[in-house]
């Protein structure tokens, strides 16, 4: 599976922006899709994953009750809505492709990666 992330950009602190990530090749409903990022000298941190059917959506600690994971099968497509940016958001967003019906929070549960889209947030 092909992956393709977009909707980064530059916003303020306290803003909102939305990212997509569309899929090409192998069946796309069939798999969880997981979002990581990973900030210049850090390692690559676990955002949100979701379910092949939209459910069982987990979040990292630090973006729970900002950010919103969905997906949308008729369009291979999955979204990552964040709310409440923070500085510290800051960092190239990346999507995955899950090994199985759910994922999780290790990148071992991935076996497909899009090329990331920056996010920066300015305080």
């Known amino acids: 599976v092909q992956l393709q992330a977009s909707g980064g950009g530059l916003v303020q602190a306290g803003g909102s922006l939305r990212l997509s990530c569309r899929a090409s090749?192998?069946?796309?409903?069939?798999?969880?899709m997981g979002w990581f990022r990973q900030a210049p000298g850090r390692e690559r941190e676990f955002v949100a994953s979701?379910?092949?059917?939209?459910?069982?959506?987990l979040y990292g600690d630090s973006v729970k009750g900002r950010f919103t994971i969905s997906r949308d099968n008729a369009k291979s497509t999955v979204y990552l809505q964040m709310n409440s940016l923070k500085p510290e958001d800051t960092a190239v967003y990346s999507c995955?492709?899950?090994?199985?019906?759910?994922?999780?929070?290790?990148?071992?549960?991935?076996?497909?990666w899009g090329q990331g889209t920056q996010v920066t947030v300015s305080s």
């Open positions: 995955a492709g899950g090994r199985r019906a759910y994922s999780g929070e290790s990148s071992s549960d991935y076996t497909a």
């Open positions: 090749g192998r069946a796309f409903s069939n798999n969880g």
């Open positions: 979701i379910g092949w059917n939209g459910g069982g959506a």
